[in-house]
């Protein structure tokens, strides 16, 4: 059962799993399991997804229950009016605060502008070598991206040489292995924690957040942040 977050008659969010597609997709062909019908099987009524998620993150996944009610959620998408809250692990320390703002190229070869702010939550060292290093270093960071291109934190915070831990292919393979052979980790460490939003029908601000799921708790004890 999918975890329902919010539900009215307009609309439905669900907190997705890590792993879970948002929907049919021809680069993904090993599965037969997406949240788009498992949610509609779930509820027994159509649900329309109003944006998307990677597969390997986790989070706040918006659904449209009434068709005429989409496009409506699809504009503020469109126009970078809803706040969008992440949460990830990443390589080494970063800074206090920062903003990306660096460009991306799509899959048909487009350069588009993407900007991301970010803030350091929480930063720890653990006695495991690493390369060269007798410790290995991580940060917890809250992103806000304000423009929403496809792969964009993945991508930035690679950009800013502080990759997400287990991101395949942008990120570290090094550190990958790392937490799959030491602590049988094989997800990213991404959470879509929170969206902001006017709602579509009763134009009131709707705040939906999304508890981190057990993987990410997991490894966010094992690295010693703290709750």
């Not at 599965?31 to 009524?45: S, W």
């Not at 597969?55 to 005429?68: E, W, Y």
């Not at 090094?174 to 990213?188: C, Y």
């Not at 939003?197 to 508890?211: C, M, S």
Request: hydrophobic share 35%; with cysteine; aromatic share 8%.
């Amino acid at each position: 059962m999918l975890e329902i977050l919010y539900q009215d008659d307009y609309l439905v969010a669900i907190n997705k799993p890590h792993g879970l597609l948002v929907h049919r997709s021809h680069i993904a062909t090993n599965t037969d399991t997406f949240a788009v019908q498992e949610l509609r099987n779930q509820l027994d009524k159509h649900v329309y997804p109003a944006h998307r998620l990677d597969r390997k993150t986790s989070g706040v996944l918006l659904f449209a229950l009434d068709k005429q009610v989409l496009p409506k959620l699809q504009v503020q998408f469109a126009e970078h009016s809803i706040e969008k809250t992440y949460w990830a692990i990443l390589r080494g320390y970063t800074e206090e605060t920062g903003t990306i703002d660096y460009a991306l190229t799509n899959d048909k070869g487009k350069s588009q502008d993407a900007v991301t702010h970010y803030s350091t939550l929480q930063k720890t060292e653990i006695d495991v070598p690493f390369g060269k290093h007798d410790t290995s270093r991580y940060s917890l960071v809250e992103a806000k991206p304000t423009t929403g291109r496809m792969h964009q934190l993945r991508k930035h915070f690679a950009h800013i040489l502080h990759p997400i831990i287990g991101d395949r292919p942008h990120g570290c393979n090094k550190q990958n292995k790392l937490f799959l052979e030491k602590w049988n980790m094989n997800t990213m460490l991404l959470h879509a924690k929170s969206l902001l939003l006017e709602h579509p029908v009763t134009k009131q601000p709707l705040l939906i957040e999304a508890k981190l799921q057990s993987e990410f708790m997991r490894m966010t004890e094992t690295l010693g942040f703290k709750n």
